[in-house]
């Protein structure tokens, strides 16, 4: 999105005012522009609405997984993906936690390998339906 004032309110407005709720987000700025990631109740309808306003939008899958909420687990996530030769491209916290597990979102280079990974090394992965009910 374009690095200026009100076009994340916008963003937020016509998603609301659609039913459509934001689960989790991101945001990162340039001088230029911004990208905006989100976790949305509705995939399919958020694209649309957002589309339809003239923003430009790009759909990515993603990995959600819990980890203890203790010090630590996340590195060791982190070591299982370094070790399994995985690079994670960009990653963020869920916005509540679940049953003292933290849930963080991850973009990896190989998502099947990712989810592959996780599971052999006991992580646990949420299906979307899982995530969406958080």
Do not use: H, W
């Amino acid at each position: 999105m374009e690095n200026r004032s009100g076009r994340l309110a916008r963003i937020a407005a016509v998603l609301g005012n659609s039913g459509i709720n934001i689960r989790a987000m991101s945001l990162a700025d340039t001088s230029d522009f911004g990208i905006l990631r989100l976790v949305v109740s509705d995939v399919g309808a958020a694209e649309k609405i957002l589309k339809d306003q003239g923003f430009t939008v790009r759909l990515s899958e993603v990995i959600a997984a819990a980890i203890p909420d203790t010090p630590g687990a996340l590195g060791n996530l982190l070591t299982i993906a370094e070790i399994a030769g995985l690079n994670v491209e960009y990653m963020y916290a869920f916005v509540e936690k679940k049953d003292n597990e933290a849930v963080l979102i991850f973009r990896f280079d190989d998502l099947d390998r990712a989810i592959e990974t996780m599971l052999e090394s006991g992580i646990k992965v949420l299906k979307t339906g899982e995530l969406l009910k958080l």
